[in-house]
């Protein structure tokens, strides 16, 4: 079994590339930044990069946030112990 196929939940490296393609069908959610909040709840990546929380605040910040609640959104949601997810 693969890294990315075992434990509870998604790798920090399975939602992005996911969100990122356009849907091929043309249905679906259209924008990368809605696809990719919309995956967060299924994350369950304990080692999450560096970047993590400035990409998740930067997708909450298009869909409205101001920059600044965006950015304690963003670190609020990954301090969740709903997020307390396996070290892969």
Do not use: N
């Not at 043309?26 to 990409?55: C, F, S």
């Not at 869909?63 to 609020?76: F, H, I, K």
């Amino acid at each position: 079994m693969s890294r990315a196929s075992s434990g509870p939940g998604l790798v920090w490296g399975e939602p992005v590339p996911t969100a990122l393609p356009p849907p091929v069908t043309g249905r679906g959610i259209a924008y990368p930044y809605a696809r990719l909040l919309l995956l967060l709840p299924v994350l369950g990546d304990a080692d999450l990069p560096a970047q993590a929380t400035a990409i998740v605040a930067c997708a909450r910040a298009i869909v409205g946030s101001s920059p600044d609640a965006a950015a304690t959104l963003a670190e609020t949601l990954f301090d969740h112990p709903f997020w307390r997810g396996e070290k892969w």
